[in-house]
């Protein structure tokens, strides 16, 4: 009985003691649960005020490298290719005859029309004697000529027809692919190739309206790239866009001439306007999603606001304000990450 007893009351400790856990550990739960209120947590930010600055007139906009010539090599006559010396990566010239088609019935029809030719020529010289001796007619003759100048075109169709034969490189560049290879059939228009010309190239930049009509066909512009850093290339204005875009920027084409780039590679180019100025610029570090959605924090007391902006011309660590802040305001430049809109702030200015 004592014994029972005993028992009974260790299982009712353990079960006192389990529970007391239990109790406890969802205490703590819940208490992690509670939301932190971090509105109230001010956020330690950098900060800079907006004002206007020298601009000495040169300008350096982001472009892309594209390709000036590409072309494909197409045959314009059916025939079997009967050789073709290129590969993908080959060098060809513009010009060079890089493939032949299987022309030896045309060779033999060349010639058989040759050999018709001497003769129809012999037959037309006897028939002008004759007629010139009043032994023959001047029909004889004139059938004679035309028998000549029929063959002499045969003869012409059969020469451009083995012309048409040669595969040939319609531009400089390197291969880039190749469809077929000696052996196989083609017909008129069956592309053989692509080939790209890998020197002339041209980089295209997109130029706000402020600057574009300080350009000129044929200026000259700097152009680097983070490639070599060591070294600058020259552009030559080609193109300017007649119209601009929804953003009043217009496309302005430069062409290269450099075998050390590649098409796809972005570079800088950098335009020398000649035009100095005071405008109003921030920081690059202070647009929190870059030029293409910009917009920045500005501090109103001890709270950060989001701010639209219009920007325009990059001055190398800056960027040009063209809309939506005026000089002496506030605009975050570090902590951004750590912001939204309303967002409290402790700032350490910058300036």
Sequence with gaps: ?????????????????????????????????????????????????????PFDGKVSLPANLELTNEATLAIGVQGKIEKLSIEVGSRVSKGQVIGQLDSKLKIINLKANEL???????EYQRNSDLFKGNAGTELSVINSKYDVENTRIQ?????????????????????????????????????????VDDVHLKAVVFVNEKDVYQLKLGQNATISSDVFPDKNFVGTVKFITPKGDENHNYRVELQMHTNQLRAGTYVMVNFDLGRKASVLQIPKLALVEGTKNPYVYVVEGNVAKVQKITVGREMGENIEVVAGLQAGQEVVTSGQINLTNGSKISKTSNQ
């Design 155 to 195: 003869i012409e169709q059969v020469k451009q027809q083995i012309a048409d034969g040669n595969i040939i490189a319609p531009i400089s560049g390197i291969v880039t692919s190749r469809k077929l290879m000696a052996g196989e059939y083609v017909s008129p228009g069956t592309v053989i190739a692509t080939i």
């Design 1 to 53: 009985m004592k014994k029972s007893f005993i028992i009974t009351l260790s299982l009712l400790v353990l079960a006192g003691a389990i529970s007391f856990t239990l109790v406890k550990n969802k205490k703590k739960i819940e208490a992690n649960k509670v939301v932190v209120d971090r509105s109230i947590i001010p956020v330690a930010v950098s900060t800079i005020k907006v004002d206007f600055q």
């Design 116 to 122: 018709t030719l001497s003769k129809l020529e012999k």
